[in-house]
């Protein structure tokens, strides 16, 4: 690899350039409250960079050697991300989370690939398509949905199990619909996650102020359900 000071300095602009483009798209993620936030994508488009120039660059061709291909390293990059994207999917109770920011890990590894070509214009493309994806997007999609109830999740804390029968009075009385529900138990008690849809939007205030007001439960947190 040369040393000179221009082709240096190209380089580390493909890596800046690769772990910014990252950090857009995990800065969404981070913002939502996912886990793969924004230092995993950043580092993660950063990799996929170096060994995107290592694979064009690191390994010059040589008189007594074949010519040596530059997808090598680049594909095993596109097997690899695989992995790290499966450990971003969860399974919890009978739903499934993490599609969505493992598919965002996929794409940040091709961006950091696109940089580390030189290909400024498809990596910055390439960003601004994926966080429209992930943020209007799904801000479309929530409000198509209003139609036809809004989703949430709850995060409750029961001193004790039988404290549930108050929950799901609170509900009924308020046609709530409850569409999924995992427990689990804790130090403090039994920690249950509700995934609920309301009739309407409105409908969360009342249906938050009731829950609060019953003994022995604690709301830890309300968020708007998504494709996670």
Do not use: C
């Not at 794409?107 to 398509?129: D, K, P, R």
């Amino acid at each position: 690899m040369s040393t000179e000071i221009p082709f240096q300095f190209d380089i580390l602009i493909r890596l800046v350039a690769a772990a910014a483009f990252g950090a857009g798209l995990g800065f969404e993620r981070e913002v939502h409250g996912h886990p793969a936030g924004m230092r995993t994508h950043m580092l993660v488009s950063l990799g996929s960079a170096i060994f995107t120039v290592l694979s064009i660059y690191g390994f010059p061709r040589s008189v007594d050697t074949a010519l040596p291909d530059p997808t090598r390293i680049s594909a095993q990059i596109v097997t690899g991300i695989g992995f790290l994207g499966a450990g971003a999917i969860i399974k919890y109770g009978t739903s499934i989370r993490g599609l969505t920011t493992a598919a965002s890990l996929w794409v940040v590894a091709s961006i950091g690939l696109a940089a580390g070509a030189g290909a400024y214009f498809l990596a910055a493309s390439g960003t601004i398509i994926a966080l429209i994806a992930l943020w209007p997007v799904q801000i479309l999609i929530g409000r198509a949905h209003l139609s036809g109830g809004r989703l949430m999740r709850l995060n409750l804390t029961l001193k004790k199990l039988d404290g549930f029968a108050g929950v799901s009075r609170v509900l009924l009385n308020h046609h709530v619909e409850i569409v999924n529900i995992a427990t689990q138990k804790s130090k403090t008690g039994q920690h249950m996650e509700l995934e609920i849809r309301l009739p309407n939007a409105g409908q969360a205030h009342l249906v938050l102020t009731d829950l609060e007001a019953l003994p022995g439960l604690d709301v830890e947190a309300v968020s708007q359900s998504e494709e996670s």
